[in-house]
């Protein structure tokens, strides 16, 4: 059975920074990658990055936010600097399976950044 299991939202000042996490379990990825949706809003991309460490971004957020994985652990991980109240919002993992290329969400996880 393929989990995604996030961690590492919460509360944070504006320029503060977070780190989320997502452990996958049941399969290894070809990609991974951050989602986001903001109240009212449609879910977006935020990064993704395949089995061999090439990464997208959408424009909008390079430079502030790096992804990264590691590959042993089965993890994906989104560093998020000089956070915005517009950053607020529930980050969720996805990933593709490389044996059946099925995608799958994590249940996500909450981010707000305060003024």
């Known amino acids: 059975q393929v989990q995604l299991v996030e961690s590492g939202g919460g509360l944070v000042q504006a320029g503060g920074s977070l780190r989320l996490s997502c452990a996958g379990s049941?399969?290894?990825?070809?990609?991974m990658g951050w989602y986001r949706q903001a109240p009212g809003k449609q879910r977006e991309l935020v990064a993704s990055i395949t089995l061999g460490g090439r990464t997208n971004y959408v424009d909008s957020l390079k430079g502030r936010f790096t992804i990264s994985r590691d590959n042993a652990k089965n993890t994906v991980y989104l560093q998020m600097n000089s956070l915005r109240p517009e950053d607020t919002a529930v980050y969720y993992c996805?990933?593709?399976?490389?044996?059946?290329?099925?995608?799958?969400w994590g249940q996500g996880t909450q981010v707000t950044v305060s003024s």
């Open positions: 996805n990933a593709n399976s490389l044996y059946n290329s099925r995608n799958y």
């Open positions: 049941g399969s290894i990825f070809s990609v």
